[in-house]
């Protein structure tokens, strides 16, 4: 640890440099790659809590100052970009050869190397803002509160403009997970931000209709990769949802009523690889809001919903936290989950059982892995407990109902 902490300020001071130095795109791009990948691994370098799965405070970081100074250049480099798009834009726009597909082709190229370099930079602000608002010098001098203080004072004036409805879908994205960000790590003092953004993240979840009504617009030409963006902002404002139902109640209380039948609609609409993610997103959200904002049958069924749409498989992230939480509520014997005389056990066997096949295939601590070590544990663990407790004809009913396969990673767990 203090042998990285040694070389961190140069590594980054270095990347800094060559990004701000930078005239070509692709290595302005890979600079910019490179620096969150530096970020990332400081803020991830405390590791995870066994039990929660959240993040340790982090090992190496940089200063406060020294986060100050990287952001001004990393902003610095988006607000350029910015207006390069802004220019390719507005020349294509004027082009007397709109119709020319090879005209198309390149805005789109030139676009997609724009939205590369800026996603990488958002990044590259987000890892500096959390690892700020949580090493333990900076949590003892008030950590997230000056990490608040940053974004305010430098982040704030680029993309505050981009939650815009009239902005490009790919800078909203960019905007909303900035505030995710500053909502879920900033504490107390990001709440001033949920008036402005929650209007902004409820809006989002309807994107999927409105992205087809962009004929009209220059975006219209792209409409294979605005589509996509709306994917990727729709899933990016329902974590933004999420986490203010789970750090600020007492705001997500006044929206829950329009959010709720809004998620409940993404999830049950039809399936494909394009919305998986954002469907898994909303399952979270589900589980989460059914947890702070309902009781009794409304609560129940909304956690009936969740789990039929369990488990997740395309969200390593939020399968984690899910899982977690499925073991939780069984563990307390929540009747949504479990039903009188365990007559849900079906559809809980089930998952488990599907969960233990996929784990079979995956090294401990697999970054893509659905379980944590500490969760599939907890999972054969309860698997035990159901068979001393259930009536043994339910149980092997509930059993039998698995695939070969499943059946097999349930037997070798218990046994192991």
Same mark, same amino acid.
């Given at each position: 640890t203090a042998f990285a902490q040694q070389f961190l300020s140069p590594v980054v001071q270095t990347l800094v440099a060559g990004l701000k130095g930078e005239l070509h795109a692709d290595p302005r791009c890979c600079m910019a790659e490179a620096l969150r990948d530096v970020l990332q691994a400081c803020f991830e370098s405390g590791g995870k809590d066994e039990t929660s799965g959240s993040q340790l405070a982090p090992l190496v970081a940089l200063s406060s100052q020294e986060c100050s100074s990287a952001m001004v250049v990393v902003l610095e480099v988006a607000t350029a970009s910015v207006q390069r798009r802004s220019e390719k834009m507005a020349a294509f726009s004027a082009s007397e050869e709109l119709e020319a597909e090879e005209d198309q082709e390149r805005l789109e190229e030139e676009l997609e190397e724009e939205d590369e370099l800026m996603t990488n930079l958002v990044d590259c602000l987000g890892y500096m803002l959390k690892t700020l608002a949580t090493t333990p010098a900076a949590a003892a001098s008030g950590g997230a509160a000056s990490s608040v203080a940053l974004f305010d004072s430098l982040v704030l004036p680029l993309f505050a403009q981009f939650l815009g409805p009239d902005q490009p879908s790919s800078l909203r994205h960019n905007a909303v997970c900035l505030f995710d960000d500053m909502l879920e790590f900033g504490g107390a003092a990001a709440h001033k931000y949920i008036p402005a953004v929650l209007p902004v993240l409820v809006a989002a979840l309807d994107d999927d209709e409105e992205s087809?009504?962009?004929?009209?617009?220059?975006?219209? =030409?792209? +409409?294979?990769? *605005?589509? &996509?963006?709306?994917?990727?902002?729709?899933?990016?404002? /329902?974590?933004? #949802?999420?986490? %203010?139902?789970?750090?600020?109640?007492?705001?997500?209380?006044?929206?829950?009523?329009?959010?709720?039948?809004?998620?409940?609609? =993404?999830? +049950?609409?039809? *399936?494909? &690889?394009?919305?998986?993610?954002?469907?898994?997103?909303? /399952?979270?959200? #589900?589980?989460? %809001?059914?947890?702070?904002?309902?009781?009794?049958?409304?609560?129940?069924?909304?956690?009936?919903?969740?789990?039929?749409?369990?488990?997740?498989?395309?969200?390593?992230?939020?399968?984690?936290?899910?899982?977690?939480?499925?073991?939780?509520?069984?563990?307390?014997?929540?009747?949504?989950?479990?039903?009188?005389?365990?007559?849900?056990?079906?559809?809980?066997?089930?998952?488990?059982?599907?969960?233990?096949?996929?784990?079979?295939?995956?090294?401990?601590?697999?970054?893509?892995?659905?379980?944590?070590?500490?969760?599939?544990?907890?999972?054969?663990?309860?698997?035990?407990?159901?068979?001393?407790?259930?009536?043994?004809?339910?149980?092997?009913?509930?059993?039998?109902?698995?695939?070969?396969?499943?059946?097999?990673?349930?037997?070798?767990?218990?046994?192991?």
């Open positions: 087809f009504l962009q004929q009209a617009s220059v975006y219209g =030409l792209m +409409q294979i990769a *605005k589509n &996509d963006e709306e994917s990727f902002l729709q899933q990016a404002s /329902v974590y933004g #949802l999420m986490q %203010i139902a789970k750090n600020a109640p007492q705001h997500f209380s006044a929206v829950h009523a329009t959010v709720t039948p809004k998620l409940i609609a =993404l999830v +049950q609409r039809p *399936k494909d &690889d394009d919305n998986e993610l954002v469907t898994e997103n909303c /399952v979270s959200a #589900l589980g989460t %809001i059914a947890s702070v904002a309902f009781a009794g049958e409304q609560q129940a069924q909304l956690l009936q919903l969740w789990l039929a749409n369990l488990p997740l498989t395309a969200d390593e992230v939020e399968a984690k936290v899910v899982h977690r939480q499925l073991c939780d509520l069984i563990e307390q014997g929540h009747p949504a989950i479990v039903g009188d005389g365990f007559q849900r056990l079906p559809a809980v066997l089930g998952v488990f059982g599907r969960l233990l096949e996929a784990a079979e295939g995956e090294a401990p601590g697999c970054p893509e892995a659905l379980l944590d070590a500490r969760t599939r544990d907890r999972i054969v663990a309860l698997t035990k407990q159901i068979q001393q407790q259930v009536p043994a004809a339910q149980v092997q009913g509930a059993f039998e109902a698995l695939s070969a396969e499943q059946q097999g990673a349930v037997q070798r767990a218990l046994s192991a």
